[in-house]
């Protein structure tokens, strides 16, 4: 197996710390949502994800869970960089952001594009040889498995829509390469194809929900970008619907926004200069090139997406390490290879001699520094794998052995797992933020700064319990100030991450 795999495999062991993995998890056991109102129509996007992952913990819990998402996150990398070059500089990259591969329903939709990604190509290709009858049931096959793969993504992720969108892509790029003097196509060909692509598109349809699936990616995206007054906030105040150039100004991340900002504008720059030389030709080096224009187009439409919003750059990732260059201009194994080649010079060869190495140390010494750090990271974990800094783990154990008659109010965070773990008392909020109305996330979002609104809503929703984080997340401090002076409100609950109050 390839490096980066293996190496993703292992920097992916790490507890349970996407918060949002809870609420799947209480859904896959049975449909919940808060005891708030919510948007309609309810589109559970999510539920083959839920069922998988649920599956999953039933049998070993959150460990065999961490290890499932691990084994998946290798995979994903072994679609992508099966046949890209391996380098130093590439494994460093993926240590610096280990932390964002958690089980999320967006893995599923990265290991669905992987199978498009080496696929989709070759069902596109016009092949000579389709008289054969080998070639055309091998053809048919790979068209089955598409169309099977895509109706499955839709009740994965909202995101099922990159796959008809990468499909629409192969097929322009093959269209244009006919164009402009490649292998020429004919009408019947182009009609096949394009009905393939619609296909795709039309895979909603055969749903239940039928249009509001077919329609959920466009609410997603209007969240993420902000394009309507109502979603503004969302796209505003949630931290991984922000850009990296957002988040490095207001100080958060500041390494990782950097790198982040970094890759982009070079996945942007290398797309471009990628597409304006890979014009049309015929032959074996038509396919290369054609395959190639599709690489870098995907790898500009991620980094665009990756640099509009911090969450999207694991799409960004797998693509950049994945692209196959057989030029070199921008693989990362270039780069290393250059500043090797430096040390190599006639006039530093002298003065580094006593510290020259050979190109299997210069890479394995640092990538064993990065194993040691990673396996001294595991120390801070324990087995049970869940991030009791982010859950309310102890406060959720207590909370159930002490029931209260009224509504609980809770932060967004801390909502999915309560309502796994105890779901008779239903929650205020959860991560399903796009299951809430601007006004009411406004609302909420404005509890932290006007404890005086909270006090009221409290009274007039029949709020008696609250729970808020003291660390991770930790936006409540002027309202909890306000409740320990308020004579109704007492602390009947505190461990170093969280605090419940109860009103009397």
Avoid at 238 to 244: C, K, L, T, V
Avoid at 382 to 398: G, H, K, L, T
Wanted: include cysteine; hydrophobic fraction near 50%.
């Amino acid at each position: 197996m390839p490096l980066l795999p293996i190496a993703v495999i292992l920097f992916s062991i790490f507890p349970l710390t996407d918060t949002d993995i809870w609420w799947h998890l209480a859904c896959a056991r049975e449909w919940v949502t808060t005891w708030t109102p919510v948007r309609m129509p309810v589109v559970n996007v999510h539920e083959y994800f839920q069922l998988v992952v649920g599956f999953v913990y039933s049998f070993g819990g959150a460990p065999l869970l961490v290890a499932f998402k691990a084994i998946l996150w290798g995979t994903v990398f072994a679609l992508f960089v099966c046949r890209a070059r391996q380098s130093l500089v590439a494994v460093v990259l993926l240590f610096i952001f280990r932390y964002h591969f958690e089980i999320r329903p967006v893995l599923f939709s990265l290991l669905f594009l992987g199978i498009y990604w080496n696929i989709l190509p070759r069902i596109f290709e016009d092949c000579r040889c389709d008289s054969r009858k080998g070639a055309a049931i091998s053809r048919c096959c790979f068209v089955a498995l598409i169309l099977a793969i895509q109706w499955l993504w839709c009740k994965f992720q909202g995101l099922y829509i990159l796959g008809p969108l990468f499909a629409l892509l192969v097929l322009f790029a093959k269209i244009w390469n006919s164009r402009k003097g490649g292998e020429k196509l004919s009408p019947k060909a182009v009609a096949w194809r394009v009905a393939f692509v619609l296909a795709l598109f039309a895979m909603p349809f055969l749903h239940r929900e039928g249009l509001n699936l077919f329609l959920y990616p466009f609410g997603l995206l209007d969240r993420l970008l902000g394009l309507t007054p109502s979603a503004a906030i969302f796209a505003s105040e949630i931290a991984e619907n922000r850009s990296p150039i957002t988040l490095l100004l207001a100080g958060e991340n500041v390494l990782e926004s950097v790198l982040m900002i970094a890759l982009c504008m070079m996945g942007i720059f290398a797309g471009l200069h990628c597409l304006r030389h890979s014009g049309a030709t015929k032959g074996s080096e038509a396919t290369s090139r054609n395959h190639l224009g599709i690489q870098c187009a995907a790898l500009l439409v991620t980094s665009v997406l990756a640099l509009v919003a911090e969450r999207n750059f694991v799409l960004l990732l797998p693509v950049l390490l994945g692209i196959k260059n057989d030029h070199d201009h921008f693989s990362f194994k270039h780069l290393g290879s250059k500043f090797y080649n430096l040390l190599e010079t006639p006039r530093l060869r002298n003065s580094v001699a006593p510290l020259r190495m050979t190109r299997s140390y210069f890479f394995l010494l640092p990538v064993f520094f990065l194993l040691g750090l990673w396996a001294r990271s595991l120390s801070a974990y324990d087995f049970s794998m869940v991030a009791y800094q982010r859950v309310p783990v102890d406060a959720a154990n207590w909370m159930q052995k002490h029931p209260h008659s009224g509504r609980l109010f809770n932060d967004d965070r801390a909502g999915g797992y309560l309502a796994f773990v105890n779901p008779d008392d239903s929650t205020y909020i959860d991560g399903r933020f796009i299951l809430k109305t601007a006004e009411f996330f406004e609302n909420y979002l404005a509890y932290a700064a006007y404890p005086e609104r909270f006090l009221s809503d409290a009274d007039s929703l029949n709020m008696d319990r609250a729970i808020f984080p003291l660390r991770y997340y930790a936006r409540w401090e002027t309202l909890l100030q306000s409740l320990e002076k308020d004579s109704r409100w007492h602390p009947v609950y505190r461990d170093e991450y969280f605090v419940v109050f109860d009103k009397h």
